[in-house]
Nanobody
Framework: QPQLAESGGGSVQAGGSLRLTCASP???????????IAWYRQAPGKEREFVAR???????IYADSVQGRFTISRDNGKKRVFLQMNHLKPEDTAVYSC?????WGQGTQVTVSS
């Protein structure tokens, strides 16, 4: 099992919504809540960019480009972090990956068509 595993990507039209999940199957339940976890994305031909972060204390921070459209949350009991993406735009098309410490998931593809 990987340290982190993303799911929930897909293809949607502009204005649509997707909910991404970052699972941490190898984490010990009692320690998962202590992790700060972030989402990043990488579009073809572009550098990886920060999307959102949630701290152990549930504080959140967002990139300006997604502020007001995306919401990051966590369910410590299920060892998962979510990224709710609303009002999607074609420029949101990318591979989305979650990360904590030095661990990265394999990513999940999000494609938004106009």
């Amino acid at each position: 099992q990987p340290q982190l595993a993303e799911s929930g990507g897909g293809s949607v039209q502009a204005g649509g919504s997707l909910r991404l999940t970052c699972a941490s199957p190898r984490s010990i339940l009692s320690t998962f809540s202590t992790y700060d976890i972030a989402w990043y994305r990488q579009a073809p031909g572009k550098e990886r960019e920060f999307v959102a972060r949630i701290t152990s204390g549930r504080s959140t921070i967002y990139a300006d480009s997604v502020q007001g459209r995306f919401t990051i949350s966590r369910d410590n009991g299920k060892k998962r972090v979510f990224l709710q993406m609303n009002h999607l735009k074609p420029e949101d098309t990318a591979v989305y990956s979650c990360t904590r410490d030095s661990y990265w998931g394999q990513g999940t593809q999000v494609t938004v068509s106009s």
